[in-house]
Nanobody, 125 residues
Framework: QVQLVESGGGLVQAGDSLRLTCAAS????????MGWFRQAPGKEREFVGF????????RVADSVKGRFTISRDNEKNIMYLQMNSLKPEDTAVYYC??????????????????WGQGTQVTVSS
C-alpha cells in the first residue's frame, strides 16, 4: 500500500518562490527513483526532474535548470521541489511519482509505477 501526497502549491506572482513537498508512505525507499512532473490544461504531462533515492543524485529538465532544485529527507521519505524565479509558464498541476525499476532515472511518465494526486501551482504576471 504505497501512497504519495503532494502539498505546497498555491497562487503566486512571477518571480516568487514555492517549495512543494511529496510525502511517501507504505514502504522503504532505499532503491527507488522519485520524480516530479507537471501538466498544464490541454497539454501533455511534462518531465520536471528526478532524484535517485540512495545517492541523492538529481536531474532536472532544461526548462527549469537553474531555477528548480530537488532534494529529499531519507529518514522521513519526503521529497522536495524548490521552485525559484517562477514564471507564468510554470503554471500547472505538479505530480510526484515513484519508479521501482528504472534505477538510473527516467524522464518518461510511463515508466513510473505510482503517482500522487497533484498540487496546483498558478503563477500570475
Amino acid at each position: 500500500q504505497v501512497q504519495l501526497v503532494e502539498s505546497g502549491g498555491g497562487l503566486v506572482q512571477a518571480g516568487d518562490s514555492l517549495r512543494l513537498t511529496c510525502a511517501a508512505s507504505g514502504r522503504t525507499f532505499s532503491s527507488v527513483v522519485m520524480g516530479w512532473f507537471r501538466q498544464a490544461p490541454g497539454k501533455e504531462r511534462e518531465f520536471v526532474g528526478f532524484i535517485k533515492w540512495s545517492s541523492g543524485s538529481t536531474r532536472v529538465a532544461d526548462s527549469v535548470k537553474g531555477r528548480f532544485t530537488i532534494s529529499r529527507d531519507n529518514e522521513k521519505n519526503i521529497m522536495y521541489l524548490q521552485m525559484n524565479s517562477l514564471k507564468p509558464e510554470d503554471t500547472a498541476v505538479y505530480y510526484c511519482a515513484l519508479d521501482y525499476n528504472n534505477l538510473g532515472g527516467s524522464n518518461k511518465a510511463s515508466w513510473y509505477d505510482h503517482w500522487g494526486q497533484g498540487t496546483q501551482v498558478t503563477v500570475s504576471s
